[in-house]
């Protein structure tokens, strides 16, 4: 097989553990290319194993990528949310709970709180099984410190995640979907848990809320605007895309895509509605991404 070839049958599982490591498609498809250029110059009879070399290879790159955009992020206007991707044809997602729960927004939101050799840790181990040997030379640590970030980055997550809940996040969505497109604000009360979160991503472009809003009634006041919104601006409809590996809603007018509303489930109820309205981060939404591990 050609370099092209072995790149291109891995591409899936590389996108994801760059996009994992990054919360950015955009990112992550620039790390592949750069990554791409590497592997393009290497000797094939030294490589023992393509998936450990090119992981390695794109760990690195998306770990420099990560340092170089951290202090864009830290001047962002209002709050960051990883990039949304429309995940039509994800690999394994019916069967493969880590893989589907790796790449929803819940998950992103908390991987974001780590640092950045902790979170390539945590995915290159948590999510892809890589041994920590394997893990050392990608983030060009020793084994018994690896080891170390190892423990404490699943410590931290486990001790953030939220329950993973797909199928009964899966009828939420379709309710809040049915209720929206209907206009019944009582329904979209109903969904909502009282103590409900708001976090929207508009990066100072679009409006959105600067800060997350906590509440059922104080939600259902921004659903309500959203409703109202739909009586004014030309176009507007809702309808549900698999997003993340998850269902989700998105709001097109006929201008442009206006956002892509996500959502955390517990118990029935929605406990987080994460809103992401900045247009840089939706400009590829419509390219469908395959996630593998």
Do not use: C
Not at 57 to 78: D, F, K, M
Not at 84 to 97: F, H, I, L, W
């Amino acid at each position: 097989m050609t370099h092209a070839e072995r790149f291109t049958a891995l591409r899936p599982l590389l996108f994801t553990i760059a996009y994992e490591i990054l919360g950015s498609a955009a990112e992550a498809d620039d790390v592949l290319q750069e990554s791409y250029l590497r592997w393009a110059d290497v000797d094939l009879e030294v490589v023992r194993d393509d998936k450990s070399y090119l992981a390695r290879v794109v760990t690195r790159q998306a770990l420099n990528a990560l340092r170089t955009s951290a202090r864009r992020r830290e001047e962002y206007v209002g709050p960051w949310l990883p990039e949304p991707v429309q995940t039509v044809g994800v690999d394994g997602a019916d069967t493969d709970v880590v893989l589907a729960e790796s790449v929803s927004m819940a998950m992103l939101v908390v991987l974001e709180t780590l640092g950045p050799d902790e979170r390539a840790v945590f995915v290159l181990r948590e999510v892809f099984g890589f041994d920590h040997a394997e893990i050392a030379e990608a983030v060009g640590r020793p084994v018994a410190t690896v080891r170390q970030i190892a423990h404490r980055a699943r410590e931290h997550v486990h001790a953030r995640r939220k329950r993973y809940e797909p199928v009964e996040a899966a009828r939420v969505t379709e309710r809040f979907l049915a209720a929206a497109a209907g206009g019944d604000v009582e329904s979209l009360m109903a969904l909502l848990a009282p103590d409900v979160v708001w976090t929207a991503d508009g990066g100072g472009k679009l409006s959105a809320a600067r800060r997350p809003v906590v509440g059922a009634q104080r939600v259902l006041a921004l659903l309500g605007g959203m409703l109202r919104m739909s009586e004014t601006v030309a176009g507007l409809r809702f309808e549900s895309v698999l997003s993340n590996g998850a269902p989700a809603v998105v709001v097109h007018s006929a201008a442009r895509l206006e956002g892509v509303f996500l959502f955390e489930v517990a118990d029935g109820l929605i406990t987080h509605v994460y809103a992401v309205r900045n247009p840089d981060k939706l400009a590829d939404f419509g390219s469908p991404r395959r996630v593998s591990r």
